[in-house]
């Protein structure tokens, strides 16, 4: 009888295959079984186990094998197979980045002086001497290589410490947990929430932890194994979101002031760093698909006009992918703003994932982007507000980079956050490939099922991409599925009830006519088999629409009167934006916005500060707070419930002035 009370901790073995790649049989034979004997002999936590495949079977066996992690390619005996050797090791990286790969050759090396070229060391992360034969040695390395990309300094130092049961006399104040564990007020909130999560909650006195603001010993570490995993120079974890993380990217290249070049759909935050910098945004204007109101990408046409009409620009700031998936052809437009000495921060906040799975690259990094930003909390598996800079700036100056980091980071930041960071980055490198895969499978089915319904439809790449854009490669996140709710009768917002209210489910956003899901690390078969049924069911029950809905195009960006900073900061006025409709609009017209107007969704900007007020925007704002689905609006100020604007004071003019300048028109 098993321990039934042992279940929870009961998990399954772990199993990593290292595949030996030659085309001699007799030397993959018997190497095989030399280091399948050796794995038996030693101790093998983590299941290694050696298989043998050809050259022309590997790209299948890399696709179809979640469980391999490391590669022992032969190079022969010659420079030609060495060639051979080397652009196998390319090619295969392409389709599986985190593997280790390692090199076995003869006599290749002894011409070159010095040892192996750097070309080759590059590629590979160890050599082996096809002669030598101590499998006991190469078993070893290969271990230790694959349990440096499975370790989580971090995470276990934190771990340690907890088990290691210090009294604490310091911050914070719960200490452990005591504070709350046995209150007769707030100790139910102690057992809800569970041991651990209190006396994981440090502070930087646990110096053995390190410090995130300058780190020197296990979270350097960490971050170190975080850029070797994205592929980055330099990886940077940050416990305040990805909002912060666009904040002092931008202000690394443009403190002080500078031309920003940014589509104008971007995160509220780029917005906010414009302002905190005294930038001068150049905005891309976002193209709208009419039929389901989601707005795409900017036409590449678009960037390349901006890049060539402002030369001066310091940063491209732009989104890839999108909330609704999709991603730029980024690697046409780095290299035209590279051409012309702009830096490129890409805002990656929903697309962390796409460095570990063959069908989601080419990413942000691996097309030249100088900075990525991602939200590592979004489609992988850490906690909410963690996130990652990756960067590979070849001007990048990492003094100056940590005291803007500094400024923003909090000096007590959440461990727990940080060892979340930790161990998403180990599950990417370790099993990425293999979940993702799943995911992806996924998709399919529920995309297959939902058509079936005959009333809802999942929206393809072709249905998603708005006509502007036709020409510009856009690519699909398959992730992130759209669902069209048209021929239900029911318009978005009134599905997403539905699906809570009877099924128990939370989609991820709305649209008039969509909804949309994410499928992640965490779906599961049970998961995707209760949303198959809730559309389903939802699908017999169709009503008539009594009118169409159309889509509510923004208004066209006016023109920027001053800096959004000076705007921001001046002195204002509010204005109601109701008052009598035609008066209000009469009052607004003309006058330049002191705050960022934003819609929700889609959570575009219809105003930024400095921006002059038109009256198609009062009309669009006023439009969107009347009947009975008024839209939610940030940055408008409610003086008893009247909705007001914030707008720049006009200068006051003297009789002085005037004077002057009559003298001035008169001479």
């Known amino acids: 009888m098993p321990d039934l009370g042992n279940l929870s901790e009961q998990r399954q073995p772990l199993e990593c295959r290292v595949a030996l790649v030659s085309n001699d049989r007799d030397l993959s034979s018997n190497w095989v079984n030399a280091l399948n004997a050796t794995a038996a002999q030693h101790e093998n936590p983590f299941g290694l186990r050696f298989e043998s495949v050809t050259t022309a079977a590997l790209e299948k066996h890399l696709r179809e094998q979640d469980r391999l992690q490391a590669l022992i390619i032969d190079g022969g005996c010659s420079t030609e197979e060495l060639s ?22 003869q006599n290749s090396f002894l011409s070159t002086q010095g040892g192996a070229p750097a070309s080759v060391r590059k590629r590979f992360d160890e050599l082996f001497d096809r002669r030598e034969g101590n499998f006991n040695h190469m078993f070893r390395l290969v271990q230790a290589f694959i349990a440096r990309r499975a370790s989580t300094p971090f995470a ?90 666009n904040k002092v990217v931008i202000q690394q290249i443009l403190g002080g002031g500078g031309k920003i070049i940014v589509d104008q759909a971007c995160h509220k935050s780029v917005h906010h760093a414009v302002i905190m910098n005294r930038c001068e945004p150049i905005y891309l204007k976002s193209t709208l698909h009419p039929e389901f109101g989601i707005y795409g990408p900017v036409r590449r046409a678009d960037i390349e006009q901006a890049l060539d009409e402002h030369p001066d620009a310091g940063l491209l700031v732009i989104t890839s992918c999108t909330y609704d998936g999709l991603r730029y052809d980024l690697k046409p437009i780095i290299d035209c703003a590279h051409e012309r000495g702009v830096k490129v921060l890409i805002d990656e906040a929903w697309y962390a994932h796409g460095y570990f799975h063959t069908e989601l690259r080419p990413t942000a990094l691996e097309c030249g982007a100088d900075y990525v930003t991602q939200s590592t909390h979004k489609m992988l598996s850490a906690f909410s507000q963690a996130s990652m800079i990756h960067v590979q700036d070849p001007d990048f100056d990492e003094y100056r980079f940590r005291e803007n980091l500094n400024m923003y980071a909090s000096t007590s930041p959440q461990y727990l956050m940080i060892a979340s960071l930790d161990v998403a980055r180990k599950q990417m490198v370790m099993e990425g490939y293999g979940c993702l895969r799943h995911c992806l499978q996924m998709v399919e089915t529920l995309r297959r099922e939902v058509d079936a319904t005959g009333v809802f439809r999942a929206l393809t790449l072709d249905d998603l991409i708005p006509a502007p854009l036709a020409g510009d490669n856009i690519r699909l996140d398959p992730t992130k599925v759209t669902i069209d709710v048209t021929a239900s009768g029911y318009s978005g917002k009134e599905i997403q009830v539905k699906l809570f209210d009877q099924f128990g489910i939370q989609v991820e956003k709305t649209t008039y006519n969509t909804v949309s899901v994410l499928v992640t690390l965490g779906s599961t078969e049970s998961k995707l088999l209760r949303l198959v049924h809730a559309f ?17 195009q923004l208004p066209e960006f006016t023109r920027l009167t001053c800096l959004p900073a000076d705007a921001y900061f001046a002195e204002t006025e509010e204005l109601p934006l109701m008052d009598n409709g035609v008066l209000a609009e009469k009052k607004l017209v003309g006058r ?50 009247e909705p007001m604007l914030r707008v720049v004071c006009e200068p006051k003019k003297s009789s002085g002035d005037n004077v002057k300048k009559g003298v001035k028109k008169d001479g």
């Open 536 to 552: 389903k069911q939802l699908a017999r029950q169709p009503r008539r629409r009594s009118h169409a809905v159309t889509a509510r």
């Open 156 to 245: 276990d130092t934190l771990k340690e410490y907890v088990f290691s049961a210090r009294d604490a006399w310091h911050t914070p104040g719960h200490s452990g947990g005591d504070s709350l564990r046995n209150s007769p007020w707030v100790g139910d909130f102690y057992r809800f929430m569970g041991e651990h999560v209190f006396n994981t909650d440090l502070s930087v006195s646990v110096q053995v932890l390190d410090s995130l603001l300058e780190p020197h010993s296990v979270i350097q570490e960490a971050q170190d194994l975080a850029a070797q995993a994205f592929g980055a120079q330099h990886s940077f974890f940050l416990t305040n979101g990805t909002s912060t993380a």
């Open 84 to 105: 051979n050797a080397e652009e196998l090791a390319d090619r295969m990286h392409d389709l599986r980045a985190q593997l280790n790969v390692f090199l076995v050759a």
């Open 592 to 641: 330049t916005c002191a705050d960022e107007i934003v819609p929700y969704p889609p959570g575009i900007p219809v105003l930024v500060p400095g921006q002059e007020i038109s009256a198609q925007i009062v009309q669009f704002l006023q439009q969107l707070l009347q009947g009975q689905t008024a839209t939610e609006i940030h940055g408008l100020i409610f003086r008893s419930d």
